[in-house]
């Protein structure tokens, strides 16, 4: 049976439009950092890259190299863990410039990915569809843990209206928000879909304010 992370991690991503606390285990996936406005032309090439090993990881059945625990499955939705860089955070927040952005661009693989195999899928990538920017992607396992989410339909740039309600929860909780890294998981296709319905899952870590 084929694995579809929107029927079996609905909980993960498809959150609702309120926050919840929730804990979010170790995932492996291929990731990518880099920095600079999403809005311009560049930003594309490291979806790209990220969406090339993705499929090339689901692909490997029926081009004759995959595991031997391979099973059928929907690829992940891309996923973005944003911060801003340290000379930016010096300066006023109405001084904020979306060139000052870092970001580490992720998609989550499937629990057979081993490191080994993940070596081999970017290899076989580079022949394929060769891109400079392979050179820069890595294998991970990465945890947020105990971590606020929820989701937010709209603009990206409206989405400090959601942080706020999702601080208040955390608050709460009598927890606080780690840091102002965030995560964001994008379930809709900017290039398709009006500003206005975008579909975006929030999260951020927690710690105990104590």
Request: net charge positive; hydrophobic share 35%.
């Amino acid at each position: 049976m084929k694995h579809d992370w929107k029927k079996t991690e609905e909980s993960i991503y498809l959150p609702k439009t309120e926050p919840v606390f929730i804990k979010i285990p170790p995932f492996k996936f291929f990731t990518i950092e880099g920095k600079g406005n999403p809005n311009d032309k560049f930003f594309a090439d490291y979806i790209g890259v990220l969406y090339s090993l993705a499929y090339g990881v689901k692909m490997s059945s029926k081009n004759g190299f995959a595991p031997q625990n391979y099973f059928e499955y929907t690829v992940y939705p891309l996923e973005g863990v944003w911060d801003i860089s340290e000379e930016a955070k010096k300066r006023p927040i109405e001084e904020f410039d979306k060139s000052t952005l870092v970001f580490n661009l992720m998609i989550r693989q499937p629990e057979f990915v081993s490191e080994d195999f993940a070596k081999d899928v970017i290899v076989r990538t580079k022949k394929k569809k060769p891109h400079p920017l392979l050179d820069k992607v890595k294998f991970e396992v990465i945890s947020d843990g105990d971590c606020i989410q929820m989701m937010h339909i709209g603009s990206y740039d409206n989405e400090p209206g959601s942080f706020k309600k999702m601080e208040e929860y955390c608050h709460g909780l009598n927890l606080a928000r780690e840091s102002k890294i965030h995560r964001e998981i994008y379930l809709s296709d900017a290039r398709r879909v009006s500003p206005d319905k975008l579909k975006t899952v929030l999260r951020f870590k927690t710690k105990s304010q104590f």
